[in-house]
């Protein structure tokens, strides 16, 4: 069905980022899944394409372009590539916007030339053991000490934390038993800082290219000029990018979903059985037909969620119900083309088996299903 989200500049882009996967991405991938990471050397070259400084003013040596959208191209074009850009994702999506948001003039001259080019790579590190999606419930501390805060506490399912350079810490500055919301501070603690330590690599079924961590931090001193935003606001400022987060997740859900159906039709044309291709039995007409359509139906979802983002009308609600829907046709979607496959399609060999394993973490992260359930509830006044 038509889009028509885009103009010519984003259609130019596309084609930048789609020569780029295809020359750069695509040979390299299988390797990059098994050493569990991005080489730094991606960043660099997607910096010096531009990619990654399309947001960042022009006078740190970004495009200055405040428009989601360039993001939404990177991740369809990936998928329809079959492979992933893992932490670049993150990096554009989900924590850049908050040095954006909250660096003063003094971090946006020491960081934002390094975000353009490539140089300095992030993560932020919310999720704590035990906490999971509770993020009142952060334990982890940091106690003012003169210029400095003193940092304690451990943190794991942290994207990029590995290669890191400049991590966003949400820390408990102070309690107050009345507002368990009240008193989460952002402080960004850089590779190097005594008592800043990276703990195992955690092993996952899937997206194996996008490195995730357990972070600990033991007494570390961080400056107060490393400070993101005012103290004791972070809660409302994780609360203000949440809904691009689901929004990064579902964007990822549809083209991934898509993908998926385009590489089952290729299969089923040419795999044949009783003499027949698999294309030519009625089930397998059906399956594909109703997949075709529930993609369908969360495109057309999600690009009007797109633009109210692009124009700052988007609600935490309606990202909420995006983002379920969308992961929920990704992981059916998934699911029924990989049985088209039969047991190859249990092989790894074969792009339907990532596709497969990758799709499961879609309902968890940035909120399960489950939580995307209970905001949306809210919003009906349940």
């Known amino acids: 069905m038509r889009r028509e989200i885009y103009t010519p500049d984003h259609e130019e882009f596309r084609k930048l980022v789609r020569e780029f996967v295809a020359k750069e991405v ?16 991606i960043f660099e070259q997607l910096g010096s394409l531009g990619v990654l400084g399309i947001a960042i003013p022009e006078e740190y040596g970004g495009a200055g372009l405040d428009d989601y959208r360039y993001n939404v191209v990177l991740q ?4 329809r590539a079959l492979v992933t850009l893992g932490t670049v994702r993150t990096q554009l999506d989900v924590v850049l916007p908050y040095f954006l948001a909250y660096a003063d003039t003094a971090q946006r001259r020491r960081w934002f030339p390094g975000l353009a080019t490539g140089a300095l790579l992030t993560a932020v590190a919310m999720t704590e ?15 003012r000490d003169g210029d400095g805060y003193v940092l304690n506490g451990a943190k794991t399912f ?5 290669l890191a350079d400049l991590v966003i810490v949400v820390a408990r500055t102070s309690s107050d038993p009345a507002d368990r919301r009240a008193g989460l501070t952002l402080l960004v603690v850089e590779d190097g800082m005594p008592g800043f330590t990276r703990g195992r690599v955690l092993d ?5 290219v996008q490195d995730t961590v357990e972070l600990a931090f033991d007494d570390v001193r961080v400056p107060v000029a490393n400070r993101l935003g005012e103290e004791g606001a972070a809660f409302g400022y994780l609360g203000h990018n949440l809904p691009q987060e689901r929004m990064t ?9 898509r993908a998926a159906l385009d590489t089952t039709i290729a299969y089923v ?6 003499g027949r291709s698999v294309a030519s039995f009625q089930n397998t007409k059906f399956e594909l037909a109703a997949v075709a359509a529930e993609i369908e139906a969360a495109q057309a979802m999600l690009d009007r969620a797109v ?6 009308e988007l609600t935490g609600a309606d990202a909420a119900k995006v983002k379920l829907f969308c992961t929920e046709t990704q992981a059916r979607a998934v699911d029924r083309c990989l049985q088209l496959f039969g047991g190859y399609g249990y092989l790894t060999e074969y792009p339907i088996a990532r596709l497969y394993a990758d799709a499961r973490i879609t309902r968890i992260y940035a909120g399960t299903s489950e939580v995307m359930k209970v905001i949306i509830a809210k919003s009906l006044g349940l």
């Open 26 to 41: 695509v040979p390299n991938h299988a390797s990059w899944e098994r050493a569990g990471r991005l080489p730094r050397e």
């Open 76 to 79: 369809e074009e990936a998928a």
């Open 129 to 143: 053991p035990g906490t999971g999606s509770d993020l009142a419930g952060i334990r982890t501390t940091a106690v």
């Open 158 to 162: 942290i994207t990029g934390g590995l």
């Open 204 to 208: 996952k079924m899937g997206i194996k």
């Open 249 to 257: 997740v579902a964007v990822g859900s549809v083209a991934q979903a």
């Open 269 to 274: 044309r040419e795999r044949e059985v009783f």
């Open 307 to 312: 633009l109210d983002l692009v124009d700052g």
